[in-house]
């Protein structure tokens, strides 16, 4: 079971950036997929952008050309550096183990990102 630590949230003006880092612990990092996930209040959790284990990125449209995934094996880290934010990236974010852009796994406690227009 893969224990993870979102953190680097905050608030932000719009056109601001902000680099969330995602801690793992137990199991074989390097060997996963990793994915970050957001959820708007009232809205349902959604896919953000993911990394395989090559280092083979891919993203949601709405984030493609501003956010960027990336990955330090040796420190059992997945990062979302977050560019020209939006009032509408607002959200909770949660790192996770990913098949595709489906979550496997458990949920760390998220980190909250707040866009101000």
């Known amino acids: 079971q893969v224990q993870l630590v979102e953190s680097g949230g905050g608030l932000v003006q719009t056109g601001g950036s902000l680099r969330l880092s995602c801690a793992a612990a137990?199991?074989?990092?390097?060997?996963?997929?990793m994915g970050w996930f957001r959820q708007a209040p009232g809205q349902e959790r959604e896919f953000v952008a993911g990394i395989n284990s090559r280092a083979s990125t891919y993203y949601t449209d709405s984030v493609k050309g501003r956010f960027t995934i990336s990955r330090d094996n040796a420190k059992n880290t997945v990062y979302l550096q977050m560019n020209s934010l939006k009032p509408e990236d607002t959200a909770v974010y949660y790192c996770?183990?990913?098949?595709?852009?489906?979550?496997?796994?458990?949920w760390g406690q998220g980190t909250q990102v707040t866009v101000s227009s």
């Open positions: 137990g199991g074989t990092f390097s060997t996963y997929a």
């Open positions: 996770a183990r990913v098949v595709g852009v489906r979550p496997l796994g458990s």
